[in-house]
């Protein structure tokens, strides 16, 4: 069965240039982070801070499944983009 591909234009710019951030791309920045603040410890603030974040980023990963990023303007959004009713 082949896998569903998460795609659709930005809607602030509608540009094509969309990138798919998916929990797995979060999972590994706080792995990342966490790995770069244990070497950080020897300043405390900034180890522990980082270790922090890193393991939010890490326990808050898939929350951020089916993420795109727009690469001209940045806008993050989940696909499916649902428009906000404006009264």
């Given at each position: ?7 659709e234009?930005?809607?602030r710019c509608n540009?094509?240039?969309?990138e798919?951030?998916?929990g797995?791309f979060y999972?590994l920045m706080?792995?990342g982070?966490?790995g770069i603040?244990?070497?950080?410890l ?7 801070t980082g270790?922090?974040?890193g ?6 990963s ?8 727009c690469?001209?303007?940045q806008k ?10 404006s009264q």
């Amino acid at each position: 069965m082949a896998k569903k591909e998460v795609w659709e234009p930005c809607p602030r710019c509608n540009s094509n240039r969309v990138e798919s951030r998916g929990g797995c791309f979060y999972a590994l920045m706080g792995i990342g982070l966490m790995g770069i603040s244990i070497w950080l410890l020897f300043i405390p603030i900034i180890g522990i801070t980082g270790i922090l974040f890193g393991a939010v980023l890490l326990l808050a990963s898939p929350f951020f499944r089916n993420m795109l990023q727009c690469q001209d303007c940045q806008k993050s959004w989940k696909y499916p983009y649902k428009k906000e009713v404006s009264q």
